[in-house]
């Protein structure tokens, strides 16, 4: 079993930042693909971002790359989503997700991950 716990959600101006944690435990973090996903009130899930177990692949949604970053710590079993530029349709609540993998494939899709969190609140409003 994998635990996942988010943190860094919260209210933010358009045009601001936010980075949000993800913490896992459980497994050795170094052997998880590692995903971030959102979910706005009344749409589907949607993905967003995923790196690779060494953090050598990353993946993004055409529409946020550029403006939004993954990154992981090993060290701290940490993987970072960094989010810049945010706009009110940022909003939703973002999850992360964890599959144990063996090579540096990285899925960019819901059903590719096993484990999740409880996910984070981020609002974008003035």
């Known amino acids: 079993q994998v635990q996942l716990v988010e943190s860094g959600g919260g209210l933010v101006q358009p045009g601001g930042s936010l980075r949000l944690s993800c913490v896992a435990s459980?497994?050795?973090?170094?052997?998880?693909?590692m995903g971030w996903f959102r979910q706005a009130p009344g749409k589907e899930r949607e993905f967003v971002a995923a790196i690779s177990r060494g953090g050598g692949v990353t993946r993004y949604v055409d529409s946020m790359e550029g403006r939004f970053t993954i990154s992981r710590d090993n060290a701290k079993n940490t993987v970072y989503l960094q989010m810049n530029s945010l706009k009110p349709e940022d909003t939703a609540v973002y999850s992360c997700a964890a599959v144990l993998s063996f090579t540096s494939a990285v899925p960019t899709t819901a059903p590719g991950y096993n484990f999740w969190g409880q996910g984070t609140q981020v609002t974008v409003s003035s």
């Open positions: 459980g497994r050795a973090f170094n052997l998880l693909s």
